[in-house]
């Protein structure tokens, strides 16, 4: 089994940051792809960002310019840095993970989420 636990959520002002932190335990050997989805009422989640093993990374639109998603292999912990945010972006945000497991199965993982407000 993995677990995925995210920290780093808040209030924020209208310009501000955030740095959110995602890790990963369990029974892991490798973690192809990381990345964070978000969910405001009544819509559905959508992408904020992924990176893959080898550092590629993906972003839509939307964010693309305020934020940033790296990654530390060796903690198996995923990073979102949010600058310039905006009261749209006020969500909570999910971790993602497609892992493999020691026993060489392959799974797709969420943390619980947390909230990330934009409001002065």
Known sequence: QVQL????GGLVQPGGSLRLSCAASGSIFNIYVMGWYRQA?????????VITSGGNTNYPDSVKGR??????????????QMNSLKPEDTAVYY????????????????????????SS
Do not use: H
Request: aromatic share 8%.
């Open 67 to 80: 934020f940033t998603i790296s990654r530390d292999n060796a903690k198996n912990t995923v990073y979102l």
């Open 41 to 49: 009422p009544g819509k559905q989640r959508e992408l904020v960002a």
């Open 95 to 118: 971790c993602n993970a497609v892992v493999t497991s020691v026993n060489s199965e392959r799974g797709d993982y969420w943390g619980q989420g947390t909230q990330v407000t934009v």
């Open 5 to 8: 636990v995210e920290s780093g």
